[in-house]
């Protein structure tokens, strides 16, 4: 059943919460005053579409539906999360925010995107204190998946939890903040970096491109997976953080910073800033930069997705929760058909300098649709730590169409021969109904102890004569068997 968000409050924030429901199969209805809204939106739309898709190796819902009204109660019908992102200010918000529950659902989740405001100061005088917490996002929103939770200690708990449930759906990180205070969590550490990066600026330590490549060509990095004192334990060394604390927390009392001391925002200041940030980047467009930016967070977030870590293992769980495939043979509707083996948009970095999936994504994905095939008939990474796997010894791909970054792909799977030690396997790739590739798979059971064809276990013999004797009746796939060169 599809679901409806509210958005109050257009803009960048307000048009990534959109996009963010909007690409995870929600309906979504916006209320801005600003004539510009749509535009907005759309921009914003675009580059989602281009890139949230590329996170996850299996399709994301059916897009919903966007539309946009003439008042907050219109928008708000029906809606089970109301997104408030109105400017920072809290009049404003206490306004929108008496509109939205005159309105709304009482059962309905009402966040805002607020910054600094604490929760308590934006309950004030609303008729259920109880529905409203703070949800704080991070831009771009439809990418990243922090939101700070930050609720007061009117806020219904169960409702909170509510929220959480939900932000875990759209593939976001509910962190909850156990304390209201200003700015929460994240902002406070990054208003902390930029006061002391106003400061290298000013006494001419250095340029506002030396500090970014300070950030990202070093801590940064290991921050995205690690945060602040993961990494200072590493840099304990076996003992952890107990030395690491030893080692540099007399460094807290040395004249290192000057936090606490924010120098004048004076038209020099300002000026010196602007210049030094239009020599650094002020070749390419914004819209370059954030096409820059978008892809190069999906390669991060897709290599921490490899290796089941921070951002990407909330990447991993949100898959787990969509992922069409069948998760065992019992799961299988009709055994006698092409298995799904894989559903997956096809992600930026598939793509190669034609503009198309390049020849080696095509054999990935084809390897992993032999992967869960393989775990669909047992040989899983349990059964492979026991010494037996299936070891590929021919491929053959044909390419029949292109597939360009964006198409969703499906890859559905045949056994045409499964005896003794061998497997051998049909796939067909296909872009709405479509043959995009085929793959031929011909694989042997091996012994990791000798690395020599051996006879695999029972359950598999038996899975893959279920399957075999399911899909005989079938006709032999035109280009089965077929070689390069062969004519037509």
């Known amino acids: 059943m599809t679901r409806t968000a509210a958005i109050i409050g257009g803009g960048v924030i307000g048009g990534g919460w959109a996009a963010r429901f909007l690409l995870n199969g929600w309906n979504v209805q916006v209320f801005d005053p600003d ?74 989740v009402i966040g805002s995107s607020t910054s600094g405001f604490k929760p308590s100061e934006l309950q004030d005088g609303a008729a259920r204190p109880g529905q409203i917490m703070v949800t704080h996002p991070f831009n771009p929103v439809y990418l990243m998946p922090l939101v700070e939770v ?127 940030s239009d020599e650094q980047s002020g070749h390419l467009t914004i819209s370059e930069l954030l096409k820059a930016r978008d892809d190069n967070l999906v390669g991060l977030m897709r290599a921490l997705k490899a290796n089941d870590w921070g951002a990407g293992a909330v990447l991993n769980a949100q898959q787990k929760a969509i992922d069409p495939r069948p998760q065992s043979l019992a799961d299988v509707a009709d055994l006698g058909r092409p298995i799904l083996m894989g559903r997956r948009a096809v992600p930026l970095d ?61 890859i559905h799977t045949r056994l045409l021969g499964g005896e003794g030690k061998k497997m051998h396997l049909w796939h067909e790739m296909t872009r709405n109904g479509e043959i995009v590739a085929t793959g031929e798979h011909f694989l042997l059971h091996v012994s990791l102890e000798t690395r020599r064809p051996s006879e695999p276990k029972a359950e598999i013999v038996a899975a893959l004569a279920q399957i075999a004797q399911a899909q005989a009746g079938l006709p032999l796939p035109e280009g089965a068997g077929r070689h390069v060169g062969q004519k037509r």
Not at 50 to 76: C, K, N, Q, W, Y
Request: proline share 4%.
């Open 35 to 108: 004539p510009n809204c749509a535009a907005i939106f759309a921009e914003v739309l675009d580059n989602a579409r281009r890139s949230l898709p590329g996170l996850t190796d299996v399709a994301l819902p059916p897009e919903g539906a966007i539309s946009f009204h003439a008042t907050v109660a219109e928008a708000v019908a029906g809606a089970a999360w109301i997104q408030e992102s109105v400017p920072e200010r809290l009049e404003l918000k206490h306004k929108v925010l008496a509109e939205v529950q005159a309105a709304c659902d009482p059962a309905a």
């Open 350 to 410: 598939w793509t190669d300098y034609n503009g198309h999936m390049n020849e080696a994504k095509y054999l990935q994905a084809f390897c992993d649709a032999t992967d869960r095939f393989m775990e669909l008939v047992g040989c899983d990474m349990d059964y492979i730590a026991t010494g037996g796997s299936y070891f590929t010894a021919e491929t053959h791909i044909r390419h029949v169409a292109e597939a360009n970054a964006g198409d969703v792909i499906d």
């Open 150 to 276: 930050v609720p007061s200690a009117q806020t219904d708990l169960a409702l909170v939890e509510q929220a959480e449930t939900i932000l875990h759906s759209l593939g976001m990180y509910p962190l909850r903040v156990r304390k209201e205070i200003d700015a929460h969590i994240a902002d406070r550490f990054l208003e902390a970096v930029w006061r002391e990066a106003l400061w290298l600026v000013k006494d001419g330590v250095a340029t506002t491109q030396e500090i970014d490549e300070s950030i990202r060509m070093g801590f940064g990095i290991r921050w995205a997976q690690m945060g602040l004192f993961e990494t200072y334990r590493t840099a304990g060394g076996n003992a952890g953080m107990r030395h690491f604390m030893a080692q540099f927390g007399p460094a807290l009392k040395w004249p290192w910073t000057k936090l606490m001391d924010v120098p004048e925002f004076t038209d020099e200041l300002v000026d010196l800033i602007a210049g030094q």
